[in-house]
Structure formats: C-alpha cells, structure tokens
C-alpha cells in the first residue's frame, strides 16, 4: 500500500459534486480529508437520487456515496463568526483548502483567500467554479448541461438531425473535479519545494472546453467545425457507431488491423466481400454511404452475440467493444482479474462496490483508504476534540448553539 | 522562466496519438522537460493525420498535442539505440509510454528492466486493457473503450439505442489521469526516494467516472436502461423542468436550459414578458411540470426559436436563470467573452500559418505557480537531437550524424 498523499491534510468545504470528486481523488491516496459540511441538511448531493436500498436517506444517496469515499465528515456554519473562527483553527493545520462556492462567497464570510493565507503561508486554496472567479461570466447562473453547451461540448454529441445531446451523469463536475485535482498537486509540489501556497482557480467551463468533439485546434488549423453525428454517431457504421447483434450492441472500428486495409480485414472477418468496394474505403466515403453499408453490417451482426464476437473480432486483430451495462461492467472478468473494483464495508448498507483509482500502481490498485462516504458529522467528535482541543462541554454547546 | 511546479523533471515519452501525448502536454506545459522520442522512419502517426489534407498536411493536432516538447529521433530496435536509451533513463525521472502492453518488455525495457537502470524511475504505461487481465493482448481505441465501461450504455434518450460519447472521450480523460498519477508519483519519490510503476488501462479509467451507476446496480439490481432512462437532456436528479435544449433562431443554433426550483421557474417567467402559456397553472410546481414536460418543451422552443442563442441567454441570465449557447469551435475561439476575458484562448506560434500563429485552449487551471507563459511550439522529428544527445549525453558531433546515417537516430 503507498498511501502517496497521507502527509497531507485537505479541508473541502464544497458543496454537491465538483469539489467532492477533486478531495474524493487526493483523498482516496491517502490524504487526510475533513469534509466540512453545513448542519442539518449536509452536503446538498445527500439529498439526491439514486438512493440505496430503500427510500430518501441523507446517507444513502449514491451521488454523495460515490464522489465521497475516504473523508471524514464534519459539520460546520461557516455563516456564523464561531463556524469562522473555527475554520480558521483548521486552516492552520491544512495543506489544502477545496471550495466549490461562487467566487465572493467566502470573501463575503471573511475567509477570503488573503485571508486564509495570513492565517496559513503555506496553504493551497483550491477554487472550483462554473465559470472561474474572472470574467463577464464569473456569476452567471450554471447547471451541467449548461456548462455543456457553452463549454462546447454538447454541440458536438447526438445525431446529426436532431438535438444536441448531453452526457449523462454530472460529467463536467468530473472532468473540473479532476483538472482541480491535477492543479493541487501541482501545487503541493511546489508548495514542498518552496514553502509558499497559492489560490487555484479552476473553470468547470474550460475543462469542458478540451474535452472532445469539437476543439479549438481543429478549428483554428484547419477550419473544422465540428458536426454532430460524424464520428461516434449514426454515419459512422464502421467508426464508432453502436450497432445491434442478437443480444445487444457492439461497437465497430477500422483501428488496429496492423497496417492491412480495415475494410479488407473486416470484408474477410464479416465474409462481406461488398465492404471491399472502393467506395467505404475512406471515412468520407463510408460516412456517404452509411445507410448501405450499415445494413450489410448489421445484417451480419444479427448472427452473432455481443461477448462472442468481440471475442471472435479481438483475436483477429479487429479493435471492438460491447456496449456493456452496469451489470456487464461489474461482472466483467478482465476488470475483476485487474483488481479494479473496491469493495468497502458501509455500516448501513453493507459492502459497496466502488471503482478504483484508474489505474493501478505497483499492480495493486492504490486507493489505500478503506472508508466508504462518511455519514453526517460522523467525525465531530474526534475532529473538534483532538484536532483543535475543544472540551467536550464545549462541543456540545457548539451543537446546541447550530454552529456544529 | 520562472519556477513551475515540474522544473527540474525530466520526462522520456514515448507516447503517440492522443491519450499519452495529452498527458505529457500537460506535465510540459506544468513545466516538465518532456523529451519526445520518435522512430526515424514512422514518427508518430499524427504527424500525418489531418483534419484537412489541403491544410499543413503534417502538422495540426501534432501540433496542439505536442507543444513545450522536445523532439528526438531513435531507434529502439537497434543494440546502439538501446544503450542511448539506457544512458537517457539514468538521467530521467518518468518513463512513459501508450503502446500496447508486450512492446517495452519485447525491447528489454519493462519496469524491472527500467529499474535495472535508475531504481527510481517511475515508469507509466498507459495501454486500453492494462497489463493484467484475460484482455492483455486486445487492443483499444477511444469508442471500444467507451462501450466496455458502460459509459455508452448510460447515454442516450429514453427507448432509443445507446448513443456514444463521441470517438476519443476517453483517450483524452486518460491523459488527464496519466498527468495525474505522474503528479503523484513524483510527490511521493520526492518523499521517499521510491519510484513506482503505473499502469493506467484507459478501461479502468473510464469506469472510475461510473461510480454512481455501478452503486446503484450493486445494491439495487435494477437496469439502468428503464422507462423513461437514460433521460437525454431531461434531468432526473435532481428532477428539473423545463431543463433541455432548444431550438433557436439560425441554422443548428441552440439554448441549454435549466429550471428547477418553482423559485427558478418565476424568475424564469419574467423573462417571459408577454407570453401568456406560462400561466398555465399546471406548470406552477416542479411536479407540475415534470407531469407535462412535452408540452412544456414546446412552448420554451416556440419562445427561443424566435430568438438568437446570445438573445435567450442575456435575457434568462438577466432574470436569474441558469441557461447558457451552444457553442460551436469557432465560437469559443473567436467569440467567447468569458474565454477571452480569461486569457484561456491564447495564440501559438506556428510559422506555416497565416499571420505566424494559431489558436488554442491553454491549461484549464489558473494560479500563481502556473503562469500564462508563451509556449514553445511543437518539435520537428529528430528536431533537439544536438541538444540531447550532444549537450545532455555529451556525445560529439561527429558521432551524432553517424548515428544518423546509421539509422539509429
């Protein structure tokens, strides 16, 4: 076990999904990590379906199961000057502070950055925003399908004669969560060689801005601007595309075939000798002759089932993959041979199954930590007491008072 | 050049494409030495690749991708390559590569063979399926990888197929993670003085961002894919109406919409101003307008369609509503405000291009350790092999162009 980060302690105050996943990242390496949580309610994604086994449950939603493993939760009001003072007390003993707020948030509870870093020299004050804590935009409304379509994402997924079409899942708060991730260790290393912190700005809409279709570069070098349905979608049988076998769906590609013509290699594979007609040999053309060429694949595909012909397809050098569900996903032998999943020990609901790191270091996976999400406050006692000392009549005059 | 967090390390990459490129684009533009290593004669294969054949044939993504790098040539296949090898890895601190999972072992150089030679190494392999597991020897590209973590299963509209998340969603992502387990590994070899080996199967990677789903069926055995999931644009949770995109006035132009507190649905009608279809008291609460989302649907785009994208979103941002364009490439590089006013879209130099420059995204991270500098532009083949191999490993000049002749740079 390396435990990488567990000389490291990170304080997230943010609330919902972005700043959840970046200390869920950092967190899941060891890091010690206070998630500081308003009174009452919490986090807002405990209020959030899918719930687990049952009906609505603070503790049970599996949005904040997820994005919150190896943390350690406390609950805290930072609207009131007790809360302030006691983040305070925190900040002194953090590397990293991680917030999601709107920018002027915590300047507006006199914990802005200048502050935090007077209390702090060496502290990393990470800052997660829709749209960065500069600019015209900075307190304009968002939501992830917003962030989607001014990001540029969105204009590039879904079918080419219908709507744009989002990602599922709070996939920018991901994608910002990580980038956020990147930028704190960053950070940390130069904070371990120079002794100085910083304040880290990260735009949830510039990290949808690189993530594919439709980038700058391809515009700005060669006038691409990018169409939906062109690659990935309905046009491209033989690139990306879903297609329908007995029991499923595959996914085709003309990667792979180790310098031999794709179409070739997949005229021989399918015993299809029409895809040998020059006409699909290039993307263009098979993008113009899509409809043709999609019947003749999938009336093969008809014969087959998904798992046996990725299979058949992969031994053969062909690149595929099958559109698997959760299920599949869960069940799938490569991944349980790999080790990627953890299995963690909820105290409600019993052994949660969660994905790893994203890789594996050393052939293990490296998430070192063994705490599934942390119910709410479930940590007060320890935190409040050994970390900053207060008495236990104290503490309970602080929950009694809603500061705690 | 000021202090950045990478300064001081050295990264060999051996990577091509576009995930393993997109990590070592970061770690160079976070201020790593990053040193391209390239065939002779192959190169890495998107130096060919074009998105226009009439437009620098050779350049383009190579271009986006490979920036703050330095470029060698070298043959691995040769007992002299090698040894160059050999002598570079001593003076290296990340070895990192993208090739299918047998290839550094079949040249002699898997982690025990890179450890052989600097103990400290860390050593980042970055093939689709890892290097463990029944699918070792399958190879990968982004949508394969896409479909097999279920990520294409749980995108789409109701009773629809799947769709797709694009073609190269996770070669990008696992770039990302590539940079983010080489940050790691460093902080900790400067800790401990230990190296380590990664070993990124962009698979794995892709499946970290399910981990909702994989919850979700793991405790409640129930299908993803039901009535009225995957929920397209709509917005099961947390639940929201109207919250889609629509159509507006122009070809292809839309709005992304998102209203969901009956708080947000007030604010939303006075931007309405003379409509009168949103007094429809069965849209007064959320689960009003969950009910009648079709017709609701309709009524927002009658309402945007007469309008332009930038129009809808002044007007709904003005009343407090979250709602943003649908922007397309030439938008974000030329148009956006926000991308302008942040400094993200910055000019790259590249001599074959109108004007010496061209556009593109910067790294989506702004602090004082990561200065906006101006980056250097992407290597030639074989374009720093004085540099390298001269100044760094010390070799004469004359030995330098005999290996070149040689084949072996």
């Given at each position: 076990m390396l435990g990488i980060l567990d000389d490291v302690r990170l304080i997230e105050l943010s609330h919902h999904l972005t700043g959840a996943f970046c200390a869920k990242l950092l967190a899941d390496q060891g890091a010690d990590t206070i998630k500081v949580e308003p009174p009452g309610r919490g986090d807002a994604a405990r209020h959030e379906p899918p719930f687990l086994a049952g009906p609505p449950h603070p503790n049970q939603s599996s949005q904040f199961l997820a994005f919150n493993t190896n943390k350690r939760s406390i609950t805290l009001n930072l609207e009131t000057r007790t809360g302030q003072r006691l983040l305070q007390g925190l900040v002194r003993a953090a590397d990293v502070i991680i917030d999601s707020f709107a920018p002027g948030y915590l300047e507006s509870l006199g914990l802005g950055y200048e502050t935090l870093h007077q209390v702090n020299p060496r502290l990393i004050l990470t800052s997660i925003t829709p749209f960065g804590q500069t600019g015209p935009y900075r307190h304009y409304l968002s939501s992830d399908l917003v962030e989607q379509a001014l990001g540029g994402a969105l204009i590039g997924f879904g079918d080419a004669d219908k709507e744009p079409m989002a990602l599922p899942q709070n996939q920018t708060a991901i994608t910002a969560g990580r980038n956020a991730a990147i930028a704190t260790m960053a950070a940390l290393l130069y904070q371990r060689a120079t002794g100085e912190g910083q304040h880290i700005d990260v735009s949830i809409m510039e990290a949808v801005v690189q993530t594919p279709p439709g980038h700058i570069h391809q515009y700005s070098f060669a006038g691409n601007n990018v169409a939906r349905g062109a690659a990935g979608g309905q046009r491209s049988v033989m690139d990306g595309m879903h297609l329908e076998t007995q029991d499923g769906y595959v996914t085709l590609t003309t990667a792979g075939t180790g310098g031999a013509d794709a179409m070739d290699a997949w005229a021989d594979f399918l015993e299809l000798p029409e895809l040998k007609d020059p006409k699909f040999k290039s993307r263009q053309g098979r993008t113009r002759h899509w409809e043709e060429l999609r019947e003749l694949v999938v009336g093969r595909l008809r014969r087959w089932k998904s798992h046996e012909f990725f299979k058949a397809a992969m031994e053969r050098r062909l690149v595929v993959g099958v559109v698997q569900s959760p299920a599949e996903v869960v069940d799938c032998p490569h991944l349980a041979e790999r080790g990627s999943f953890m299995a963690l020990d909820h105290p409600d609901l019993g052994i949660l199954n969660y994905p790893g790191a994203g890789f594996l270091a050393d052939g293990e996976n490296p998430v070192t930590g063994s705490r599934p999400a942390p119910r709410l406050g479930e940590h007060n006692r320890e935190i409040y007491t050994e970390l900053l000392g207060l008495s236990q009549h104290e503490l309970a005059q602080l929950t009694a008072a809603g500061v705690i | 050049m000021s202090r950045l967090p990478l300064s001081g390390v050295r990264v060999l990459d051996l990577t091509w494409v576009v995930s393993g490129p997109q990590a070592t684009r970061l770690l160079a533009d976070l201020g790593a030495e990053v040193i391209k290593i390239e065939g002779r004669n192959r190169g890495d294969q998107v130096r060919r690749m074009?998105?226009?054949?009439?437009?620098f044939a050779t350049r383009g993504m190579f271009v986006y991708f490979n920036r703050n790098k330095l470029g060698v040539s070298l043959n691995l296949a040769t007992p002299e390559g090698k040894e160059v090898f050999r002598q570079l890895v001593t003076l290296s601190d990340v070895v990192i590569e993208n090739f299918s999972a047998h290839v550094m072992e079949r040249w002699g150089f898997d982690y025990a063979g890179l450890q052989a030679i600097n103990p400290a190494i860390i050593y980042v392999s970055m093939p689709g399926f890892g290097h463990s597991g029944p699918n070792v020897d399958y190879q990968s590209n982004g949508p394969t990888i896409q479909a097999l973590s279920g990520q294409t299963f749980a995108c789409g509209f109701p009773d629809m197929p799947p769709a797709g998340w694009g073609y190269s969603y996770m070669d990008h992502t696992a770039g990302y993670y590539g940079a983010m387990a080489v940050l790691q590994a460093v902080y900790y070899r400067n800790r401990t003085g230990l190296g380590q080996f990664i070993d990124l199967a962009q698979l794995e990677t892709a499946c970290s961002l399910m981990g909702v789903y994989i919850l979700d069926y793991t405790v409640n055995?129930?299908?993803?894919?039901?009535?009225?999931?995957?929920?397209g644009n709509r917005s099961t949770h947390p639940a929201a109406a109207p919250h889609g995109v629509y159509r507006c006035q122009g070809e292809d132009r839309w709005v992304a919409i998102a209203v969901s507190t009956d708080e947000e649905w007030q604010r939303f009608r006075t931007a309405l101003a003379d409509e009168v279809w949103h007094q429809d008291p069965s849209f007064a609460t959320l689960w009003g307008r969950l009910q009648h989302q079709d017709a609701l649907d309709r009524h927002v785009e009658s309402w945007t369609s007469r309008r332009t994208q930038q129009e809808v979103m002044r007007l709904l941002q003005a009343a407090g509503v979250a709602a943003g364009m649908v922007q397309d490439p030439a938008q974000r590089a030329e148009e956006d405000p926000q991308l302008q006013a942040r400094g993200h879209i910055v000019d790259l130099r590249m001599e074959e291009a109108e004007g010496g420059r061209v556009r593109v995204d910067s790294l989506p991270m702004t602090a004082a350790a990561l200065p906006h500098q101006e980056y250097r532009p992407a290597p030639d083949l074989g374009q720093h092999n004085g540099d390298i191999y001269g100044q760094l490993l010390g070799m004469a000049a004359g030995e330098v162009d005999d290996y070149v002749k040689q084949g072996i740079f």
């Open positions: - | 074009t998105f226009n054949p009439r437009v055995s129930r299908s993803l894919r039901r009535p009225g999931m995957p929920a």
